[in-house]
DNA sequence: AAATGTGAAGTTGTTCACAGCT
DNA sequence: AGCTGTGAACAACTTCACATTT
């Protein structure tokens, strides 16, 4: 993944950090589900792919919340990073672009069990035949405004192809969407109040394939 | 998506110099195809969503390029990066882990194009009734070592769960793959010559939600 | 005049070293 | 003794300022 026009909420805290709070907190879920109680940075941070003192230093932006001499208990730490990722109320989101990936987007159960719900999804030909038919109420294009402003949705899912994603984009800025995560293999252009992700699956092949030797 | 264990291979130049190598070469693509011979900096740079200081320093890494007054020639510049990156060759990948998101990674014609080629899936149960037959050849876990010797395969795609991830991993890394793009949502181990890009599309979510605030 | 190429300055993120609790 | 918390040192990356070329 890689960011475009950040917008510098919270600026004191690193991008980098917020980050890494995701996976701390599915390490901890899991060490929850094996039964500890209490963890070690050390031990947190070896699981998470870090180094300890990076552990440590990421959870200073928050506060203290270790026992020296002991380490930090499972249980409070991953309530505090779910408490600040805002991982604990359901979120609507909307997909745009019902091809093959958004599809699997559509039925991938992920999303749900962090927080995120797919409310509907949008395609500009709806019932064109499918795979699949997705368990979310796909509609047509002429909707999306509608849904989007009922529904109170902040984040979008956009799975179009290039040639139509920045078209989309506009509408979706309009109509109040402030997260995009987007699929689409190009730049797209945002109000600096408009925050892009993107995950480019090429790219990621591309960039192993550089540092793997060609 | 998110790097872990990097290899410091050719270390002079910064991994996130070579991302943006990727992006410039589509940027060049589209550039090309509307029929533009040269583009300044400062063009290209808008495209991309970077400043044109940094597109300049990115190229610098490499040689130059570049016409004072002038700008650069798009086709050279592409080819210049292509070069750089390998992508001139076509290179085999297996995909491990054929469930919805394999699935549909599977029939993602994005790949090809910017050469790579899914050689074959493997799946725990290849005969296991799925939405639809993918164009490779769907093989059983007892095969992968075979293919990846024959083939030579330095690349996987790991769309398994989690609770497998790992053990799939290490017969992977035994098997001669070096670069893995890793799907699923936990920190994989590997030896220090093994690289592993992770797409954690929960992640990217919840990173979106953090900073369009919560 | 217009644009590149680049050393130096600035910014951001990471790691060290160790003081300070329990 | 063991482990956290953190200022200071370090490293990586970005941007600036401007010399240089066409």
Redesign the pocket.
């Known amino acids: 993944m890689f960011r475009s026009l950040k917008k510098p909420d919270r600026p004191e805290i690193?991008?980098?950090?917020i980050y890494?709070l995701s996976i701390y907190s599915r390490c901890l879920a899991r060490l929850r589900e094996n039964g500890l109680r209490t963890?070690?940075?050390?031990a947190?941070a070896k699981v998470a792919g870090?180094?300890?003192?990076?552990l440590?230093?990421?959870?200073?932006y928050f506060?203290?919340?270790?026992?020296?001499?002991?380490?930090?208990e499972v249980e409070e730490l991953f309530q505090m990073i779910s408490a600040q990722l805002g991982t604990k109320s359901l979120q609507p989101v909307v997909l745009v672009g019902v091809g093959n990936l958004g599809l699997a987007l559509l039925s991938y159960r992920g999303f749900e069990k962090e927080g995120f719900e797919i409310i509907a999804a949008f395609d500009i030909d709806p019932l064109r035949k499918r795979d699949k038919k997705p368990d979310q109420p796909l509609l047509g294009m002429d909707e999306l405004e509608a849904i989007i402003h009922d529904r109170g949705v902040r984040m979008a899912i956009l799975t179009v192809d290039a040639p139509s994603a920045q078209e989309v984009t506009n509408r979706l800025v309009k109509a109040g969407v402030t997260g995009i995560l987007n699929f689409a293999p190009l730049v797209l252009h945002v109000p600096e109040d408009v925050m892009v992700n993107n995950v480019n699956l090429a790219i990621e092949l591309e960039n192993l394939s550089y540092f793997i030797q060609g």
């Open positions: 690193p991008r980098k950090t890494r963890v070690s940075s050390e947190l870090v180094k300890s003192t990076q440590r230093k990421d959870l200073t506060g203290q919340f270790g026992t020296r001499g002991l380490g930090y």
